[in-house]
Nanobody, 121 residues
Framework: QLQASGGGLVQPGGSLRLSCTAS????????VGWFRQAPGKERAFVAT????????MYADSVKGRFTISRDNAKNTVYLQMNSLKPEDTAVYFC????????????????WGQGTLVTVSS
């Protein structure tokens, strides 16, 4: 079971760090991705990290601002979000798949419940 946390309200230009924790299991052998869904829009890829790290991939819209990382000893994957913009407002989901990373949400088997990020002044 995946648990996403760390969302909240932040002003434009601010930062947040999201966490995705695997409870009752381990991320070992799993690639983990972050996706987001804004109101009225489809779920979109944000970032992913390969099962062993440090290979990562980012959506163009967040490249240079967001950083995904993992701590397998803590069964946790992080998404550090800097220079946040109003268009980053969305519910953020973490997901896991066994094997290498992929960019499409349909390729992930396990999902967390989502955490809301609101960027507004």
């Amino acid at each position: 079971q995946l648990q996403a946390s760390g969302g909240g309200l932040v002003q434009p230009g601010g930062s947040l760090r999201l966490s995705c924790t695997a409870s009752g299991g381990t991320f070992s052998g799993y690639s983990v991705g972050w996706f987001r869904q804004a109101p009225g829009k489809e779920r979109a890829f944000v970032a992913t990290i390969n099962r062993a790290g440090p290979a990562t991939m980012y959506a163009d819209s967040v490249k240079g601002r967001f950083t995904i990382s993992r701590d397998n000893a803590k069964n946790t994957v992080y998404l550090q979000m800097n220079s946040l913009k109003p268009e980053d407002t969305a519910v953020y989901f973490c997901a896991a798949r066994y094997g290498g990373y992929m960019l499409r949400s349909s390729q992930y088997s396990y999902w967390g419940q989502g955490t809301l990020v609101t960027v507004s002044s």
